[in-house]
Every structure is written in structure tokens, then in C-alpha cells.
């Protein structure tokens, strides 16, 4: 375990550098970006290990994994975030954990979310995830929303109960016009933000970036970037 938890603290310690460097390069404040760890497919010992060296938040894709990992760890002041494709049948299991689902992208999942977080007595903050592959407001290969259905949903999130909007989330595509451009599909992901914050202020979290294009995240403007392989190794199985 002192292993796991040196070799944890080393690869923290390159991420955030890397951050840091990231942040310098783009003339932005070390503090305007939040990194979030993906622990998917890692145990519980891990996420605790991680809580000891400092890490607050923590990201999960799949609700079978998460929610007895959550409870195992209850007694931490850790920020879940759900970050994977969701059904509306996961939802109540989601809402009694997580503080962030950043993989809103239909209508559906926010009245279903919506009615979780009064039942729960909680507040859930969503961020809507946006499919650079799909435009027009189609659904994209990996999840999410095209650029032209934000609005609606966002105004839906507005004026629902339990819910606050907290911004935007987006995976690089892997097909279409950004496939391969992380950069300009994160520029493009904090235009949509831009445009999105007019009618929307407060919400200001642009999510995006991975442990391969942190540094274009950083660049193109991203609050918030999800770090899983740069910290926990190369997962075991497909998450
Ligand atoms: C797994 C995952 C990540 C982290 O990816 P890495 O390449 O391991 O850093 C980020 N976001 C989402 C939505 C994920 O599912």
C-alpha cells in the first residue's frame, strides 16, 4: 500500500506540473483550473489514498461502480462527479452521491434528475455535455448533445427543480470535423460557453480535457479537467 500510495503521489506530482506549466503557458492563474480524478475501474483504497494526498475531486463513469465506492468512502469530504453516459433508470442511485453529473444531454435525464435531487433533498449541479461530432443538436458517438440543442436543455435545467446549471462538459471526438483537433474542439466547446453564460452567468465550468490533451484544455480555456490514466495507471479493463 506505501507503494501504491508513492507511486500515486509521483504521478500526481508530474499532473499537476503539468497543469501548472499548462496554465503558466496560456498566462492563467494556477487556481482557475480545477483537476478532477477519474477513478474508474480503481478501488476504493485508492480513492483514500488519493483523499490523502490532497485530491478533493473525484469522477466516476458507470453507477454500478461508483455508488458502493462512494459509500465505502462516505466519511471523506470528496466532490463526486458522474461523468458517464446515464440512464434515467440509474438515476435515483446517482443523485444520492454525486454533486456534479456532467453528462446531461437530453431532456429526459434533467426531469428524472430533477425529481431525484427534491427527493434526495439535495441541489445537483449539471453540466450538459456537448458532442462536437454531432451538429445540429443530434446526439454524438460517445454521448452528448450537439452544439444547437445547449440552449434548450440549459433553459430546462434553469427553471428545474434541484438542479443548478453548472456549465458545459465535452470528450474530444474521435470522428467528424474535430477528430484529432483537441484544440480547436475545445476552442469551439468555450465559444458554445460563451455564447451559453449570456443567458446563462453563473454557468461558468467548461470541463474538458484528459490525461493526452490537458495542455490544449488548459490553453483553449477549461475550468475543469478529468485526469484519470496520468494519476491511476493504465486501467485493467475497458471504463
Ligand atoms: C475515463 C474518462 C476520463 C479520463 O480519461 P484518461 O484518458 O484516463 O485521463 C475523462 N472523462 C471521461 C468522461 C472519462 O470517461
Redesign the pocket.
Known amino acids: 500500500m506505501t507503494e501504491r500510495r508513492a507511486e500515486l503521489a509521483g504521478n500526481l506530482a508530474r499532473v499537476e506540473e503539468r497543469i501548472a506549466a499548462a496554465c503558466a503557458a496560456a498566462g492563467r492563474r494556477r487556481e482557475d483550473v480545477t483537476l478532477?480524478v477519474?477513478t474508474?475501474t480503481y478501488p476504493a483504497s485508492d480513492v483514500r489514498l488519493l483523499h490523502e494526498l490532497g485530491v478533493r475531486q473525484v469522477?466516476e463513469?458507470r453507477d454500478q461502480d461508483a455508488a458502493p465506492k462512494a459509500a465505502a468512502c462516505a466519511d471523506l469530504d470528496l466532490t463526486w462527479h458522474f461523468?458517464?453516459q446515464l440512464q434515467t433508470n440509474k438515476v435515483r442511485s446517482v443523485a444520492g452521491y454525486a454533486q456534479f453529473v456532467?453528462?446531461v444531454d437530453r431532456l429526459k435525464l434533467v426531469g428524472a434528475l430533477s425529481t431525484a435531487a427534491v427527493r434526495a433533498g439535495r441541489e445537483l449541479g449539471l453540466l450538459l455535455?456537448v458532442a462536437l461530432d454531432a451538429e445540429a443538436a443530434g446526439r454524438g458517438e460517445?454521448g452528448g448533445v450537439g452544439p444547437d440543442g445547449v440552449a434548450e436543455l440549459a433553459d430546462a435545467v434553469a427553471a428545474a427543480p434541484g438542479l443548478r446549471l453548472g456549465g458545459l462538459?465535452t470528450?474530444a471526438p474521435l470522428a467528424g470535423p474535430y477528430a484529432g483537433r483537441q484544440r480547436a474542439a475545445f476552442d469551439r466547446l468555450v465559444e458554445i460557453s460563451a455564447r451559453l453564460r449570456l443567458d446563462h452567468p453563473a454557468a461558468t465550468m467548461v470541463?474538458a480535457?484528459?490525461?493526452?490533451d490537458?495542455e490544449d484544455a488548459v490553453a483553449a480555456g477549461a475550468t475543469h479537467v478529468?485526469?484519470?490514466?496520468?494519476?491511476?495507471g493504465v486501467?485493467p479493463r475497458l471504463?
Open positions: 478532477i477519474v474508474k469522477a463513469n461523468v458517464g456532467q453528462s455535455q460517445r462538459m470528450v470541463s480535457g484528459m490525461s493526452a490537458l478529468r485526469i484519470g490514466t496520468a494519476v491511476l486501467r471504463g
